[in-house]
């Protein structure tokens, strides 16, 4: 793909370039990531009773990157691995 992008046209394009699109970009990301972390704690409570956000987001965040680097999703077998499967109880 590269080498059918010419310097111009990649000149042209971060022309456009702002921080506050950026900013706005990066804060949406942030917020689809805190609500599927919502979303991956809220099914694993039936499973494993009450497992803490930050577990359930990391598990998340963690196969989700695994995606991108091992071929078949096989980012959906180290969910299982990831601490938010786990169960982890909040002290009360």
């Known amino acids: 793909m590269l080498k059918q992008t010419s310097l111009q046209e990649v000149r042209g394009a971060l022309r456009g370039f702002t921080i506050g699109r950026l900013l ?3 804060a949406i990301l942030l917020a689809s990531y805190l609500v599927r972390g919502l979303l991956w704690q809220t099914m694993l409570k039936p499973l494993k009773g009450d497992p803490r956000f930050a577990n359930a987001l990391s598990g998340y965040i963690i196969s989700t990157s695994m995606n991108n680097f091992l071929p078949f999703r096989l980012g959906k077998l180290a969910r299982r691995l990831c601490p938010g499967d786990r169960g982890d109880r ?3």
């Open 24 to 26: 706005v970009a990066l």
């Open 90 to 92: 909040r002290r009360r």
